[in-house]
């Protein structure tokens, strides 16, 4: 029942589209202009910083309508400021307000599914790969986005969006998404106290051994500092592992929510079974000694605290996270006078590194929104209107930044009012780069850029239909039984790494990794 409804729901949009289509003359065809050019709307053409009058270019607007769209992430103090400064300039545009919803980083994991099974009413949603967006649009969370909807509704992105990076965001040859139109570095880097490095006399942290070395001096040294702070959340795979598999070991780890890997310069993406290596052993053994010197809390599994505001607080000594997300808060900590000496470190120099795929960050459109083309016209002045991309992305001009020049910008003292939240889903060719990113950052993002790796499964997309009940099985053996090895929490590696692939063969792994390679293999010979 519920496929039929939504098949007759698309139909009805459908039918939308080809209404107004006949009634808005050439205003389906987008134009072959760059991104700072607008499409022909009828007779009349306009740039993005020019006010919708009601019904142009056939597009009725004419019915004030307001949004809702789900972010990840928590609630920016300065929310209310900046979404009304945003819903002034949408109701000029497209006569349409914007609510957002925020789902904090502890517990979005089992929220966001939650809140898609639950056809709670929104319109639009915060989509990642990493936040399970190929599961949730087989699912039948997200509206499937044709051509003809893009090209009336989101011209801007339409036009300016690479084909590739239309062609990563489909599902089973069908689109859900908006996706980002701007590269990014997504890989894992250590943030750290430096001037505690210092005052030991530490070694420079560049290998696996020395950041342990690190960890465990703190841990002996400094009382009431905690060494190392994971993130929050159910994640099956955390950033350290991150850093000292997946780069370490130069695997891609696809689906970080299964426990498959495959070597990047394997040419016939084998599949395995991280469990089943001698790295993954190794690495137990890794996190045992530094669970065994008090490298983390006891606590770990249990954890609530925010670690990037335990590190500014001086609680923590490290954490992880990729480039852009360290250079911010070491920015942000040299901008408000920190008394830590911060830094970041590359614990896998010479290895690998990868570049994100445009579903590393996008905005699909629920299923059931009343008002799905208001959301895609959102969408695309959300990253290709200057005003309002400047606004959603770095909040109020003179409050919470200063513009520098058309690509940069200064950050302010209340800067910190207004971050921390997935706006990145607007991410496109207009975002503007803080002046003040600290320089080691920005050069290790540009070494990483000169030797990204590219390999033939950079596209690929698991169709996990077949297999769901027991994706759903491992995932749930995986936060049992492997977490607490990879925090060092199991007394005996060797038999907990023994129970925990038993208890993953019974629930149906053998099955899940023939689907995948048979698609894998499927999708190489057609290459």
Not at 501 to 515: H, M, R, S, T, Y
Request: glycine fraction near 6%.
């Amino acid at each position: 029942m519920r496929n039929k409804n939504r098949s007759m729901f698309l139909a009805a949009i459908l039918a939308i589209v080809m209404v107004l289509t006949a009634c808005g003359g050439n205003a389906n065809n987008a134009g072959g202009g760059s991104a700072d050019e607008a499409p022909a709307t009828g007779n009349a053409q306009e740039t993005t910083d020019n006010a919708a009058a009601p019904s142009e270019g056939g597009i009725d607007t004419s019915e004030e309508v307001n949004l809702k769209m789900v972010f990840v992430g928590p609630k920016p103090v300065d929310y209310d400021t900046v979404f009304a400064e945003v819903n002034k300039k949408l109701k000029e545009k497209i006569n349409a307000t914007l609510e957002g919803e925020f789902l904090d980083w502890s517990d979005w994991a089992q929220k966001y599914p939650m809140m898609l099974a639950a056809n709670e009413d929104f319109d639009l949603i915060y989509a990642a790969n990493w936040a399970g967006y190929n599961d949730q649009a087989l699912k039948g969370g997200f509206l499937e986005l044709t051509e003809d909807m893009l090209q009336k509704y989101a011209p801007k992105a339409w036009e300016s969006t690479p084909s590739v990076n239309w062609d990563q965001a489909k599902v089973q040859g069908k689109l859900y998404m908006v996706p980002q139109n701007n590269g990014e570095s997504v890989e894992k880097i250590i943030l750290y106290r430096e001037d505690l490095r210092k005052k030991y006399n530490l070694p420079a942290i560049d290998s696996p051994e020395a950041f342990a070395n690190y960890l465990k001096a703190v841990a002996q040294n400094e009382k009431g500092v905690t060494p190392f702070t994971p993130e929050t959340g159910d994640w099956k795979y955390h950033n350290l592992d991150r850093i000292l598999l997946k780069q370490q070991n130069e695997w891609n780890m696809f689906d970080l929510d299964l426990p498959f890997a495959f070597k990047l310069k394997d040419e016939k993406g084998k599949v395995f079974n991280v469990y089943e290596t001698q790295e993954f052993k190794d690495l137990a053994v890794y996190y045992k000694d530094l669970a065994d010197n008090n490298a983390w809390s006891k606590n770990v599994l249990n954890s609530k605290n925010d670690h990037q505001q335990d590190f500014r607080q001086g609680k923590s000594a490290s954490i992880t996270h990729n480039t852009g997300t360290t250079g911010s808060l070491m920015e942000q900590m040299r901008r408000e006078g920190s008394p830590y000496e911060v830094a970041v470190a590359d614990i896998n120099v010479g290895k690998a590194k990868s570049v994100a795929i445009s579903t590393q960050n996008g905005t699909a459109i629920h299923a059931t929104s009343k008002h799905p083309e208001r959301a895609l016209m959102l969408i695309d002045l959300m990253q290709y209107d200057k005003e309002i991309h400047d606004l959603i992305m770095y909040g109020v001009q003179g409050v919470h930044y200063e513009p520098v020049g058309d690509d940069l910008f200064k950050a302010t003292d209340k800067s910190a009012n207004y971050t921390g939240f997935s706006n990145w889903s607007f991410n496109s060719p207009l975002n503007r780069t803080n002046e003040a990113f600290p320089k080691e950052v920005s050069d290790m993002v540009k070494g990483f850029e000169s030797g990204v790796y590219h390999y033939a499964l950079e596209t690929f997309v698991f169709d996990n239909s077949k297999v769901k009940s027991e994706i759903a099985a491992v995932g749930n053996v995986m936060l049992r039984y492997a977490i607490p090895l990879e925090y060092g929490l199991v007394k005996d590696i060797d038999q907990g790494i023994a129970e925990l692939n038993k208890q993953l063969k019974a629930a149906g792994v053998d099955k899940i990794q023939a689907e995948l390679q048979a698609q894998i293999d499927a999708f190489l010979a057609n290459q």
